[in-house]
């Protein structure tokens, strides 16, 4: 999941650049913005864009391509 803001720059940068790496995976991105929940706003609020993967956060403001992979990766070689 992608968290973000509508307005936000970076988040629409990040949103971008995990395009080709979920299409390299066959994974979608789900965007959720962050303005529509108050519980979501107050936990991510200055963080965005916030990537999270299985629970846990990948990246925030900028892409980490590789942790990106790694947690793919990982993902398809589960059960």
């Not at 509508?6 to 971008?16: K, N, S, V």
């Not at 846990?56 to 793919?72: K, M």
Request: hydrophobic share 45%.
């Amino acid at each position: 999941m992608l968290y973000g803001r509508a307005w936000c720059h970076l988040c629409e940068e990040m949103r971008a650049e995990l395009e080709p790496i979920a299409a390299e995976f066959g994974v979608r991105v789900e965007w959720i913005d962050i303005d529509s929940d108050r519980a979501l706003e107050a936990l991510y609020d200055e963080l965005v864009p916030v990537l999270v993967f299985d629970g846990a956060q990948l990246c925030h403001y900028h892409l980490d391509r590789a942790r990106v992979r790694n947690a793919l990766l990982g993902s398809s070689s589960s059960p």
